[in-house]
């Protein structure tokens, strides 16, 4: 789901595109959630963890929602990936919530327990052996757009476009094409994706925005 689109740099060529909703799907088997209330405790869990183990290394941490309580992580070597990361080193872990609410995450020669944005006990089990969650923001997120650039959607209307409609209040539905055409440019995208544990790979929050008639931006919960 797109949030706002820019362009600057602008000349005339090509049409942008608005592509690809979430995967259909039995709405009994895998549920989607479009908000952090309706995703449930596993949404809380999901996501980036920064800290040391062994008292003194630096480590990151990504964990993966499965649903029902399941998680798949990956514990990094050096920090997060583009944040100390060293490109190499990573450990997969696997996850259960317990009726405490506590998670557990196991892997070689590794444990950890989440609760409430902490992981403790990982590595060595000592006590300063933590990780806190983190959000990483894009420096440009909600940026002004630069002079002379097109705004071509602010979540208000959707004039620039041809083929679709608003959703959810704000945002650019499924399936629209630009009534102006472009070759050269800088393009500001900003996206919301939703939380679909129980889905894998492209099915995922698949959605995207095609490039001169052929080239997407895939956008994706990976």
């Known amino acids: ?64 929602s499965r649903g029902n309580g ?41 444990k950890g327990q989440i609760r409430d944005g ?7 089990g000592k006590s300063d052996d933590r990780m806190y969650k983190v959000f990483r923001r894009s420096p440009t997120l909600g940026a002004k757009p630069p002079e002379g650039a097109i705004v071509l959607f602010d979540g208000t209307n ?9 959703e959810d209040g704000n945002l650019l539905g499924v399936g629209g094409r630009t009534k102006q055409k472009f070759e050269d440019f800088h393009l500001h995208l900003e996206f919301r994706t939703p939380f679909m544990p129980e889905h894998t790979g492209q099915s995922r929050g698949n959605s995207g925005m095609y490039l001169l008639d052929q080239y997407e931006c895939q956008v994706l919960d990976s």
Do not use: C
């Not at 920090?79 to 919530?97: E, I, M, N, R, V």
């Not at 902490?118 to 060595?124: C, D, K, L, Y």
């Not at 959707?158 to 608003?166: C, E, H, I």
């Open 1 to 64: 789901m797109l949030g706002r689109i820019i362009l600057s740099g602008v000349f005339t060529s090509m049409f942008l595109s608005a592509v690809a909703g979430s995967a259909v799907v039995s709405a009994q088997e895998k549920k989607t959630h479009l908000t952090p209330e309706s995703a449930g405790p596993d949404f809380l869990v999901q996501g980036e963890y920064a800290g040391v183990v062994n008292g003194k290394e630096p480590v990151g941490l990504q964990v993966i």
């Open 70 to 110: 399941n998680f798949d992580a990956v514990l990094y070597a050096g920090g997060l990936p583009g944040a100390g990361w060293d490109g190499k080193s990573k450990l997969p872990l696997s996850g259960k919530t317990g009726d405490d609410g506590l998670t557990t995450l196991l892997g070689n020669n590794f």
């Open 118 to 124: 902490i992981v403790t006990g990982a590595g060595s």
């Open 158 to 166: 959707v004039d620039a476009w041809n083929g679709v409609k608003l």
